[in-house]
């Protein structure tokens, strides 16, 4: 975990340039900024968000942890904004540096930069708290089956408040359950969401699978659209 005194001081894993590889916005050309560090110990996680001393920017060699100015003189130096759709925080889960956040994503703002949030979903307070400062926000649901432990109870009926900013992504392997999944879309569609995005772990694909989730989803009135991380298909970061 983060070390104590370092509140408004960012761990950076990395930052990279390239094409949205999941969900709603796939081909937004992004900066993104990988946020060190995750407490979630999700089964089969495929992330490297180990805390390091130091972090490339696209080739280029910064010293952890930054302060939140520093932080944006590196993207400026880096990078032109008017050539990116938006900047993407991603992780790790980026909002257990919530703090540094909370002065980072308005400098963002402040220079026209549109935010985009990949999150777990399992910091439902911190989502809220930072609404303003984000754009679009992309949610995980977390189902046991696939990753040890649920997403929070509260997550869907609590973010109702921000549902236009929001969308919501599940990801599916071969030992879901039919009873999990329609629970997630009950409660979907209860909270106003008609949209949900599905993608496999770790690049499985069952057809079968797939499309009775869609036969549950439209029969509940949510649409589901199946969007594999295209990222990795094509083998860019
Ligand atoms: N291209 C690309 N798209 C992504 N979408 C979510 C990513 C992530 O690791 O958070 C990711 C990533 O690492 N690369
Ligand atoms: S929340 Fe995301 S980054 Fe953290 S352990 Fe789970 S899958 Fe990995
Ligand atoms: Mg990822």
Redesign the pocket.
Known sequence: MLQQNTLNKGFIKEIFK?????GKFVGARQI?I?FADCPFSCEGCD?DFSLSENFLCDGVEYSNPVLPDELFQILRENYNFKLFHSV?I??GEPLIQKDFLSEFLPILKDNGVKVFL?TSGYLVDEIIELSDYLDIISVDIKLKSVFGKKYPSNLIKDLKVINEKIYYKVVIGKNIDENEIKTVLIELAKNDVDVLYVQFKNNYFNLGLLDKLSDIGYSYGIEVFFVP?V?KLIG??
């Open positions: 390239s094409y949205q590889g999941e993104f990988r992330t993407s991603t992780g990949e991380q990222h860019i970061l």
